[in-house]
């Protein structure tokens, strides 16, 4: 076995790490069991919600089922990783410290990954913790069937033979719960399962009209429960909005916004 002339790093063994990672993990999943926030899902308006949140000292926790964070901001459009942002939405670029060029009036161009990478990074830095390889299986609901939490799982068991998949989730508390799924919707989908809502499903694409939409539906639409993002077309009936973003950061925004608000009423 090949030997270093020279130690360059500290001597620290396999046993170690591996309880670095178990131990650390355990304390922060242990931590965030209850939160004030849980997001789920961590594409560019989860990620925007939760930085809103964090940066007002709010604690929130945002689980991912993939291993990477991020959603679509990373690619754009068609695998292209160039994402575009129609006005006024450039403007949320400028804070992040993202460039971007204008290729047109009102429309604006970045790259996909590092525009992805400064909004995740502005997440980290304001306080927002992540469970990735979670997936969302089910609500929490308390008297009137308030949203009080969510019930999750690791992504993985879903690709298990059905006949072994009889692996529990658990269950986290918190005082607000944030649809920001995508198209997918799987919060809300819960309430519609249940007949406590109705989600008609997104409708076909008109990027001009979708966008504003988008930001005006951003709300609490049952107790405990807000949507932002694409999963507002979905639980609303919107028309989907195409490969630009702009909606998907002003509408994480504005959740922040109204999660703030319905925090001081508790």
Request: contains cysteine; neutral net charge; glycine residues 10%.
């Amino acid at each position: 076995m090949a030997k270093t002339k020279k130690r360059i790093f500290e001597s620290v063994g396999e046993k170690e790490v591996t309880r670095a990672i178990v131990e650390t993990f355990a304390k922060q999943f242990k931590e965030y069991v209850e939160s004030d926030v849980i997001i789920v899902g961590a594409g560019p308006s989860g990620l925007m919600a939760g930085r809103e949140l964090a940066k007002k000292k709010v604690k929130t926790f945002i689980i991912e089922r993939n291993n990477y964070l991020g959603g679509g901001f990373w690619i754009g459009g068609y695998l292209m990783n160039k994402v575009t942002v129609r006005a006024p939405g450039q403007e949320v670029l400028k804070e992040l410290g993202i460039p971007f060029e204008e290729y047109t009036k009102g429309l604006y161009v970045a790259d996909g990954p590092h525009a992805c990478s400064k909004l995740i990074a502005a997440s980290c830095d304001a306080g927002v913790k992540f469970a990735n390889m979670t997936i969302f299986d089910d609500l929490v609901l308390r008297e009137d069937n308030r949203v009080a939490g969510a019930v999750v799982n690791w992504t993985p068991v879903t690709a298990l033979p059905r006949e072994i998949t009889c692996v529990d989730p658990v269950a986290l508390e918190s005082k607000v719960v944030v649809d920001a799924s995508g198209h997918d919707a799987c919060v809300v989908r819960k309430l519609e399962e249940r007949g406590l809502i109705k989600m008609p499903g997104f409708g076909a694409m008109w990027v001009e009209h979708s966008e504003d939409l988008v930001v005006e539906h951003t709300k609490e639409v049952h107790p405990g429960l807000v949507v932002c993002g694409m999963s507002t077309t979905t639980t609303f009936g919107l028309p989907r909005m195409g490969p630009t973003f702009g909606a998907m950061l002003l509408s994480g925004k504005k959740a922040g916004s109204v999660i703030l608000d319905i925090l001081k009423k508790m």
